[in-house]
């Protein structure tokens, strides 16, 4: 309801769907503000292709992420 910023979505998407894991990436805010928001990961802006692949591997389950 309403203008709900970034961080906003991310809290409301944790609250209402837990299982749901955000990664913040902004130039914006901080990583303790997207952590206290309820994001399971931050990437600050700008920022290089690694930094990205990192953050989504330390959130995702190990098995999405085997090449086999």
Known sequence: PGIV?????VALVRHNHPAIQSIVVSGNTTLVE???AGAAGFVSKPYLAHAMVEAIR???P???LSFA
């Open 58 to 60: 330390g959130i995702a």
């Open 34 to 36: 997207a952590r206290q």
């Open 5 to 9: 910023d970034g961080l906003g979505l």
């Open 62 to 64: 190990p098995n999405l």
